[in-house]
């Protein structure tokens, strides 16, 4: 009996479909109004926030643009209006080429779900693409979905969904229905005023392509669903080529991070001058400034202040790494390479993430008795390798999440940029000091260097606030120049300055448009913009004031800090170089952009770069051309080039094999020991 109703339920409900959503007339014409529906309401979003917020993509001018010039990109929402109701249609006339009824109504509810799925789809792209481009600068793209599939934990996303997100993608299905359940007089109506507004929008966009108007990025132009797919055609993932695939060869036997022979090092070692052992063990602070680029720290060319007068000073009396590049655009990589003195992946994933990352971190490489922490007014989760961290032992961290401070928020399209307030955070920082017993190894990472640059008011302002990002980021060099000086003002009252080696170091650099108008943030491009970040080793016991002039890497800090603290470490299994030497051996250093790029920049500041994504190689000679205005050919670097692409699948491929040896050698040595029997 049960069964009988349940088919007969079906089999109602299959009708229901057949009538409506296998219907051509109805079923497309509901489809065409919620894609039309969905694109309008994007575009008109899109435009308002663009004139109205006061953080704004790729430093959108409002003054350059009338507030009617979105209609221009009509055109692309047009296509994508044609490519539904196209799908539509297919779907709704092609028969199904079954008898049996049940199969047939388990195929018209499969494409009944598809079709809801895609509308859904369509509506989270839509909705996506806006937030990322206020949020972060960039637009629903191939990379961001891997990136999150990869480096986000599925837990952190989940944060971000609340019944709200629900009810909001429950508005593209409600308006399908709305759509085709209404009187057949009310939808022809409808069709009316909807072809009306096609022809009159397309009229608008024909008009308004013969205005001139500034060049706007691709994520601003384009239709989000369109973008998705051109970048997801651009990247070249339906095409398979082992040329665009690194060069993987690990040697069977003895373990090596690196490939041997001469391409790599000079023949003759360097010789190393160590500083005089000092009988007492080295406190270490680490302070990562999020997104500091050289080029701005000590800037006065727009006739402002200089934005961080007392680290200026404070190079003088220290080691300044001048020419220093970051190990990748991205913070996750970048702050691996801090702590580990490795390179992480030379691709898309992020191995500092990965549960299990049991390779060697600074901390342990120190001696036992170390007190280690890590304060941080950001979520942790999203841009740091805490796996690794933890799993190396510095389990204390202070982050967002559990951070008991007051928060900075700054209102966006769909949700909010939020962190700590910076101030109180370098407070609760200094107070962890100040409590810790010595020796200790604490590490902060700022946020304020960081999209949104949120405005901490007139005492920190060295420029008044404007429209321009780059404006509020030079204030808030400024205030992190400020927590600079007070962390380090904080070490010298409590006696600890003299035994404690003052690191200072940025991730990653930052863009403002720079060779690109949708170079923003560090993660597009690998120009110089993009990598160059500062470094600044203060302890005047171990490190003679100087300025290092060769390119150097995050890879080499952790063998320079080991070797002034005459800790031994296995050259072997670092990829940096103590600047103790007289000189530095290795012929190149390495860089992975998220955009696809790998990177390499010899002594002589030769940098040659290959694209993955452009399927092409090119180079800068940057003492004649600092500014990377003037590309290169490649073929007058084959050497380099074929060094790059052999190390960079070489290490990869290394260092998970290295990584397998750790995690084994770590399972011996968490073994209990069995103990003898009494008398035995």
Avoid at 327 to 349: C, M, P, R, W
Avoid at 512 to 533: K, V, W
Avoid at 646 to 656: M, N
């Amino acid at each position: 009996m049960f069964k009988l109703k349940c088919e007969k339920g079906l089999s109602s409900f299959s009708i229901l479909l057949q009538s409506s959503i296998t219907s051509s007339s109805r079923s497309s014409l509901a489809f065409l109004i919620c894609a039309l529906a969905m694109v309008l309401i994007y575009r008109i979003h899109l435009t308002w926030a663009l004139f109205t917020r006061s953080i704004r993509p790729f430093d959108f001018d409002p003054s350059a643009h009338p507030l009617w010039f979105m209609v221009r990109y009509f055109p692309y929402d047009l296509a994508l209006l044609f490519l539904c109701f196209l799908l539509s249609w297919v779907f709704s006339h092609v028969p199904i080429p079954v008898k049996n009824r049940q199969i047939r109504i388990f195929f018209t509810i499969s494409g009944s779900v598809f079709l809801h799925l895609f509308l859904i789809s369509l509506f989270l792209i839509h909705g996506g693409h806006t937030r990322l481009l206020f949020e972060a600068q960039t637009g629903m793209s191939y990379f961001v979905i891997l990136e999150l599939f990869l480096n986000v934990p599925f837990i952190e996303l989940i944060k971000f969904v609340d019944w709200k997100d629900g009810l909001f993608l429950l508005i593209p299905i409600g308006l399908f229905w709305g759509v085709l359940l209404l009187p057949l007089i009310i939808r022809v109506r409808i069709l009316k005023v909807s072809i009306g507004l096609l022809i009159l929008l397309s009229s608008f966009s024909i008009i308004g392509a013969g205005f001139k108007s500034h060049d706007l990025p691709a994520e601003i132009r384009l239709n989000p669903a369109l973008f998705l797919i051109s970048d997801i055609v651009e990247q070249g993932i339906f095409k398979i080529s082992p040329e665009d695939g690194y060069i993987k060869i690990v040697k069977e036997g003895e373990l090596e991070l690196q490939p041997g022979g001469m391409e790599y090092r000079d023949r003759v070692k360097p010789l190393k001058f160590l500083p005089p052992q000092k009988d007492h063990p080295w406190n270490i602070v680490f302070f990562i400034m999020e997104s500091v680029g050289s080029r701005y720290i000590f800037d006065t060319s727009q006739g402002h202040p200089m934005p961080m007068s007392f680290l200026h000073g404070l190079a003088k009396e220290s080691l300044y790494l001048k020419s220093h590049y970051t190990s990748s655009n991205i913070t996750t990589k970048a702050v691996f390479s801090l702590l580990s003195g490795l390179y992480d992946f030379f691709h898309q994933e992020t191995f500092g993430i990965r549960p299990d990352a049991n390779v060697p971190s600074l901390y342990n490489y120190l001696p036992k008795g170390y007190e280690s922490f890590l304060v941080t007014p950001s979520p942790i989760q999203w841009y740091f390798p805490t796996a690794f961290v933890k799993n190396s032992g510095l389990t204390e961290m202070h982050h967002f999440e559990n951070l008991n401070l007051k928060t900075r928020e700054e209102q966006h399209s769909f949700g909010r940029y939020i962190g700590r307030d910076e101030v109180q955070t370098i407070d609760f920082f200094n107070r962890r000091i100040r409590q810790v017993k010595e020796p200790f190894f604490g590490i902060y990472l700022s946020f304020t260097a960081h999209l949104p640059y949120f405005d901490y008011g007139p005492d920190y302002r060295i420029i008044q606030p404007d429209e321009r990002m780059i404006s509020r980021y030079y204030n808030n060099l400024n205030l992190l120049d400020h927590m600079l000086k007070r962390v380090y003002e904080n070490l010298k009252k409590e006696g600890l300055l003299e035994r404690t080696i003052f690191v200072i170091v940025g991730d990653h650099g930052q863009a403002f448009g720079q060779h690109h108008s949708d170079n923003y943030m560090h993660h597009r491009y690998s120009y110089n913009e993009n990598l160059e970040t500062p470094v600044i080793i203060h302890q005047p016991a171990l490190f003679k004031p100087r300025t290092v002039e060769v390119p150097t890497s995050h890879v080499d800090i952790l063998p320079t800090l080991l070797d002034a603290m005459r800790i031994s470490y296995p050259p072997g299994f670092v990829d940096g170089e103590s600047l103790f030497h007289h000189r530095l051996s290795r012929k190149y250093i390495f860089v992975y952009g998220h955009e696809g790029t790998i990177s390499s920049l010899d002594n002589q500041f030769i940098k040659v770069q290959y694209s993955f994504k452009k399927k092409r190689c090119w180079a800068f000679d940057l003492k004649a051309d600092p500014e990377e205005k003037h590309p290169l050919d490649c073929s007058s670097y084959g050497g380099q080039l074929d060094a790059l692409r052999r190390f960079t699948g070489f290490h990869d491929a290394s260092l998970v094999r290295y990584n397998e040896e750790m995690k084994e050698k770590k399972k011996i040595s968490e073994t209990p020991t069995p103990r003898l029997a009494k008398g035995k």
